[in-house]
Every structure is written in C-alpha cells, then in structure tokens.
C-alpha cells in the first residue's frame, strides 16, 4: 500500500533542471494538508539525507548543500508537494523521496534523477 508517489526524475545534463512531485496517494486532505513534508535523497553507496522542507504553511527550508538551486512548493488541492531543481550537476545524482517530517510514513519507491557532466 503506497502512501507517498514521488514523479518527474529522469536523465538530464549538468546545468539543466527537473521539477519532482510527491502525491500523498492515500492521505486524506485533512492529514495531507497541515504535515511538514520533507524531500530526502539517496545517492549511490551514501545514506538518504534531507534536502529541504516545506510546511503545511508553505515556509521552506533547505539543505546549505542545495540552497538557491532547489526549490520547494505545494498544492494542497492535489495533495501533492514540488521540488523544482534547478542548475543541476552530477552531486545532484540520487534516487529522490518526500516523507512526513513527523509520524513519518512507508516510504514510497523514489524518483531517479540522473545528472551527467
């Protein structure tokens, strides 16, 4: 039962830009909409790490790492958050997730992002 449906990874050279998206496939909007949601990455052979944080209130944090290239926003209409990332070069190179900050939730399968030189 998948909770969370991470989308918009691919293939993309260093320089250019991907825009991600989390859908909470089984929150309800009155779960979805007040949560903390976190954007994680894993890159190969590395643990996951937080990249940035987007409140029920839309205020962000980010990652000192990703700061001024990532971007976080949401639609609670489409129970679903964003991540746009922007001036991408290989580092970026992970599979990507969004969980709840708090009561964090099964993870959900990701979404390769693949940023070659």
């Known amino acids: 039962q998948v909770h969370l449906v991470e989308s918009g990874g691919g293939g993309v050279q260093a320089g250019g830009a991907l825009r991600l998206s989390c859908r909470g496939a089984r929150l309800s909007t009155r779960t979805f909409n007040p949560a903390t949601m976190g954007w994680y990455r894993q890159a190969p052979g590395k643990q996951r790490e937080l990249v940035a944080t987007i409140t029920g209130d839309r205020a962000t944090t980010d990652a000192e790492s990703v700061k001024g290239r990532f971007t976080s926003s949401r639609d609670n209409t489409r129970k679903t958050v964003y991540l746009q990332m922007n001036h991408l070069n290989p580092a970026h190179t992970a599979v990507y997730y969004c969980?709840?900050?708090?009561?964090?939730?099964?993870w959900g399968p990701g979404t390769q992002v693949i940023v070659s030189a």
């Open positions: 969980n709840r900050q708090i009561q964090e939730l099964p």
